[in-house]
């Protein structure tokens, strides 16, 4: 999984954001949570997740690293991910997201459980398989293929 620990985290810390994204690991049996930006972790290993942190990463060396993760979490609010650089470079590397926000409201027609999860209701449903997170990836790319700059550029052109 990955997290970029900087930022918007849906009104929490980074370090409880690192907590947040760490203990969804291991819901999912994931054993790496690459951690981008903020501070670096106390501890190197938490639940059997080991935590990668790096402080800035180019462009070229991120690419790679999120084309080796299938999972990224972030706390960025729902809100703004029609505006979210994090966001799209997630979604143009189909990734499946799980988001926490303050809301579970989604816009511009993203819905939980179809482009992506959203945190506080993962407890109340059978977590999905990788058969399904890929699926949701690819929706969610296919999402952000709507609404790129040149997508964005002719709807403002309209008004």
């Given at each position: 999984m990955i997290l970029f620990s900087s930022g918007i985290h849906g009104g929490g810390t980074p370090s409880e954001a690192v907590s947040r994204a760490t203990k969804l690991c291991v819901r999912f049996g994931l054993k790496t949570l690459h951690i981008i930006g903020g501070p670096k972790p106390e501890l190197a290993e938490v639940d059997g997740v080991c935590l990668r942190h790096q402080a800035f990463v180019p462009t070229a060396e991120a690419s790679d690293?999120?084309?080796?993760?299938?999972?990224?979490?972030?706390?960025?609010?729902?809100?703004?991910?029609?505006?979210?650089?994090?966001?799209?470079?997630?979604?143009?590397?189909?990734l499946a997201v799980i988001t926490r926000g303050q809301q579970a409201l989604l816009p511009d027609g993203?819905?939980?459980?179809?482009?992506?999860?959203h945190e506080d209701r993962l407890d109340s449903r059978a977590l999905p398989d990788l058969a399904e997170l890929e699926v949701m990836a690819d929706r969610l790319h296919q999402w952000y293929g709507e609404h790129d700059l040149?997508?964005?550029?002719?709807?403002?052109?309209k008004e």
């Open positions: 690293l999120f084309l080796q993760c299938r999972m990224a979490y972030t706390g960025y609010h729902p809100l703004y991910f029609g505006k979210s650089t994090i966001m799209a470079a997630f979604a143009a590397h189909g993203l819905m939980d459980g179809r482009e992506v999860l040149a997508h964005n550029a002719a709807s403002y052109a």
